[in-house]
């Protein structure tokens, strides 16, 4: 079993930026590779990126692409979503998750453990 706990969400104007952190808790010691997906009211879990448990490969959805990155700090089981240039329609939900691979994984289907999310507040 693996906990992941987000932080950093809160309320950003427009253009600006926050960093999310997924602290990860349990059974580390397995490959995990790990991802950010986010949600806003009445729409589907999106995916937004998603890194190997090695932090060499990484995917990012085109609509952030150049905007977010993703990383990961496996001394501190620890995984980061930098957001720059925020947009109002990017206000959400935003989820951490885990899964038993060693490659990128993007399918929201193929992770096996989810944070309980942190919000993001993107003011126009």
């Known amino acids: 079993q693996v906990q992941l706990v987000e932080s950093g969400g809160g309320l950003v104007q427009a253009g600006g930026s926050l960093r999310l952190s997924c602290a990860a808790s349990?059974?580390?010691?397995?490959?995990?590779?790990m991802g950010w997906f986010r949600q806003a009211p009445g729409q589907e879990r999106a995916f937004v990126a998603a890194?190997?448990?090695?932090?060499?490969?990484?995917r990012t959805a085109d609509s952030v692409k150049g905007r977010f990155t993703i990383s990961r700090d496996n001394a501190k089981n620890t995984v980061y979503l930098q957001m720059n240039s925020l947009k109002p329609q990017e206000a959400a939900v935003y989820y951490c998750?885990?899964?038993?691979?060693?490659?990128?994984?993007?399918?929201?289907?193929?992770?096996?453990?989810w944070g309980q999310g942190t919000q993001v507040t993107v003011s126009s």
């Open positions: 349990g059974r580390t010691e397995r490959t995990y590779a």
């Open positions: 998750a885990a899964a038993r691979a060693r490659m990128v994984v993007t399918s929201l289907n193929e992770y096996d453990y």
């Open positions: 890194v190997t448990w090695s932090g060499l490969t990484t």
